[in-house]
């Protein structure tokens, strides 16, 4: 690799190639090299070597010897920070779940979340979902001084001639700490982060993306956090009963969008029906034995039967739009997590349901959600409104599900 002087601006990772080796080096023959090193990993980054090239390299060896690479230096900069520049998510979350450190500080005397931020916007990424990545996974938002966004609908650029940074890259700064970015970094500061007992339960049940979610939904801090809790809870007691989950709440508030992301990230299947017009049971699962159309079977058989005790995700829209035809069928299996295929031919034993996640969303409860929010969190400060307890909403909403089931 050819000689570097020191570089000017932090900000600026140099472009590296794979000098002063024999054997070319391409995202087919890296995976021959005998031994991980820091400048070979560095360079495939730079040179933009796809995921499965880098994974197929670095999983060859011990674990603890990958840990250790990523704060090797190559040319003032740790192998870490040539992969964050190059602004691929995938890449990035690769060296995590690897063990890069999320608070490690570049030789250049930079945090590597600052460098993320800067240099996703400087190569055309997304620069806040970049820094939201590296918060999820425990990054310390306070990295970058608390002063720029604990007020996130403020521009930080007043704020900056407090600090020790060169006026070049002021502006920059300026610019890529926009809105979304400093509420992620106010978010982050405010999340309570999760036990270490917490994460080696998620480790062990596979789940430590879900702890994540909270980082993935803008403004339903609270109700993500018992949507994690109440899931995390019910996986480590591996209760051998399906988890039944009611989002109420206007339209447009989450709840599609909270559903998708649990699925992602406890990478399950999920499967999403919208109820609108499931007026009858057979929408859903199709004709029973002996009615036309009986093989085909319907949305909610077929996904059930393909993932058969299997952990998945099964959320149905605008429930309330159902009937009770369509609420007794779902009972058993909903409370049980037991169900027969209904397609003609097909096995008739019962088929095991228990790992089924159902999240039933429901446009019930306006009225009281409105209310409430009038009432205790509209005048609320942001970094309050964590502190509000729901309890008293949720008891009207379980009363109001009595009275109009879903």
Not at 157 to 184: C, Q
Not at 246 to 267: D, I, Y
Request: hydrophobic content about 40%.
């Amino acid at each position: 690799m050819a000689d570097s002087d020191t570089v000017a601006n932090p900000f600026e990772i140099p472009q590296l190639d794979f000098d002063g080796y024999s054997t070319p080096v391409t995202p087919e023959t890296i995976q021959e090299i005998p031994h991980l090193h820091a400048a070979i990993l560095a360079t495939a980054f730079s040179q933009g070597f796809d995921i499965g090239a880098i994974e197929g390299y670095i999983e060859l060896f011990p674990q603890q010897t990958i840990s250790n690479i990523w704060d090797e230096v190559v040319l003032s900069h740790t192998v870490f920070a040539y992969a964050i520049n190059t602004g691929n998510i995938d890449i990035i979350k690769l060296c995590l779940e690897y063990g890069a450190d999320t608070d490690s500080v570049d030789p250049v005397g930079l945090s590597l979340l600052v460098i993320a931020i800067v240099r996703a916007m400087e190569v055309g990424r997304n620069a806040p979902e970049v820094g939201r990545l590296l918060l999820s996974y425990g990054a310390d938002p306070q990295s970058v001084p608390r002063e720029m966004w604990q007020d996130y609908l403020k521009a930080p650029s007043a704020m900056l001639d407090k600090y020790s940074i060169p006026d070049s890259l002021v502006a920059e700064f300026s610019r890529v700490l926009n809105l979304t970015t400093r509420y992620h970094l106010w978010q982050a500061d405010h999340l309570k982060r999760p036990t270490k007992r917490m994460v080696q339960i998620a480790k062990a049940h596979d789940m430590t993306a879900l702890l994540r979610l909270p980082y993935q939904i803008i403004g339903q801090e609270a109700t993500v956090q018992l949507v994690v809790n109440t899931v995390y809870t019910h996986i480590a007691q591996d209760t051998a009963k399906p988890l039944v989950l009611a989002f109420a709440g206007l339209s447009g508030h989450g709840k599609t969008e909270l559903a998708t992301q649990m699925g992602s990230l406890l990478s399950i299947p999920t499967k999403t029906i919208d109820c609108t017009h499931a007026w009858h049971q057979t929408v859903l699962l199709g004709s029973t034995y002996g009615y036309v159309g009986n093989k085909d079977g319907g949305p909610l058989n077929n996904f059930l039967i393909e993932n058969k005790g299997e952990r998945c995700v099964v959320f149905l829209d605008e429930f309330d739009k159902t009937n009770v035809d369509v609420h007794n069928v779902l009972l058993k299996v909903m409370d049980e997590g037991v169900y027969v295929d209904r397609r003609g031919g097909a096995d008739t034993s019962e088929a095991d349901c228990t790992k089924v996640i159902w999240i039933l969303a429901t446009n019930y409860g306006d009225a009281a959600i409105t209310r409430f929010y009038e009432q205790h969190l509209a005048k609320c400060k942001p970094e309050d409104a964590g502190k509000v307890s729901i309890e008293p909403l949720q008891t009207e909403l379980e009363e109001l599900r009595c009275t109009h089931p879903i």
